[in-house]
């Protein structure tokens, strides 16, 4: 038997249980992992409080990143006792995830644990961080560098923002971190932000086009915010989207894309291939000091993952959530 947090659906409604079910009833798959770490991020909360259409077959395992160590394996690119991890395929949305003690999955799905981070670690990191990293690889490949001038992440104090604001500033860049919580400035600095802005100066109606002021933005809210910092990005300038926390729309106009030569990058993290998936885990790996571990992180119980997604959409929480499951 394992443990498990189960989503069922009762009048409509989701509901979340931590249960005890056979391992005969996950899904039957050629790789067998005995799971140490998963994490909340912001689409778990979506799927476990019911609040996003993520889930639309229950029951459903939620829970779209872990950690852990193959316990059975017909794929010959992966032997019992080896240490992995998985983000994203859908995993946690149409294929039972992460938070249980147990998942059976396609090989194809998993990368090996790279060498120098722990499984731990590695879900601190988790889908959050690896969205980040791809963003930051966005901004690289948009050719903004260190010197271009400052770069701006939105929704700093979470899982995306706080990753992305570590990396950048790893990698030397002059960052402003957008947050509507004042009370975590401290943490943002702590991370490698040179100053915070509070969200509200964004409140305005974007122009077409405002004074220019960064290289590069990593954004995660989406919405009005989202049009706001394209109208300030600089000419030639990259802003990677990655997020919705604000809203999925975009009321923003062609001007800065035709006048300032504005690339706007979309990032996703779920279907990625494997060669980018494996890069970004790499420097990942090599970037983020050790500090940023302890910073950035609140542990908790398979058990406390139904409250935590909550605070979670309610903005109660900073950095990353890891869940405990060994
Ligand atoms: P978190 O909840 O950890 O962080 C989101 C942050 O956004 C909050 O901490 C808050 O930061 C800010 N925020 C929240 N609500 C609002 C709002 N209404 N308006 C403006 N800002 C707000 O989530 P994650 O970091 O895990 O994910 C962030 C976004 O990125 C989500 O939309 C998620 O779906 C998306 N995402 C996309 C992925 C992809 O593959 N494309 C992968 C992973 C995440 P603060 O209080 O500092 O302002």
């Given at each position: 038997m394992i443990k498990a947090l189960v989503l069922e659906q009762q009048d409509g409604k989701t509901q979340a249980s931590v249960q005890n079910i056979?391992?005969?009833?996950?899904?039957?798959?050629d790789v067998t992992v005995d799971i140490k770490w998963s994490s909340i991020n912001y689409k778990d909360a979506l799927a476990i409080t019911g609040k996003g259409k993520i889930i639309r077959q229950f029951p459903m395992v939620p829970g779209i990143d872990f950690a852990g160590i193959v316990s059975a394996s017909a794929d010959p690119r992966f032997h019992v006792g080896q240490n992995v991890l998985l983000t994203g395929w859908g995993v946690g949305e149409t294929h039972w995830g992460g938070l249980a003690e147990q998942a059976h999955v396609n090989g194809d799905w998993l990368v090996p644990l790279p060498q120098g981070l722990e499984a731990r670690n590695a879900m601190i990191i988790g889908t959050a961080g690896l969205t980040a990293m791809l963003c930051v690889m966005a901004l690289e490949e948009g050719g903004?560098?260190?010197?271009?001038g400052e770069v701006l992440v939105t929704g700093a104090s979470g899982g995306v923002g706080s990753t992305a604001v570590a990396l950048l500033h790893q990698l030397g860049y002059q960052v402003a971190a957008v947050s509507g919580r004042q009370q975590n400035a401290e943490y943002l600095l702590s991370l490698g932000a040179k100053y915070v802005i509070e969200r509200n100066s964004f409140s305005d109606a974007a122009k077409p086009l405002e004074k220019q002021s960064w290289a590069g933005v990593v954004d995660v809210v989406g919405g009005d915010l989202l049009a706001k910092v394209i109208a300030q990005t600089n000419y030639g300038g990259t802003v990677a989207a990655c997020g919705l926390a604000g809203g999925y729309q975009l009321p923003t106009t062609v001007m800065p894309f035709i006048l300032r030569n504005v690339r706007l990058q979309g990032v996703d993290s779920v279907m990625i291939p494997t060669e980018r998936r494996v890069a970004a885990w790499q420097r990942l790996t090599e970037l983020l000091p050790e500090r940023f571990y302890q910073l950035a992180t609140s542990e908790i119980t398979l058990e406390q993952a139904p409250q935590i997604a909550a605070d979670l959409l309610n903005g109660k929480v900073t950095g990353r959530v890891l869940v405990n499951l060994r």
């Open positions: 056979s391992s005969s009833q996950l899904p039957a798959e903004v560098t260190p010197e271009s």
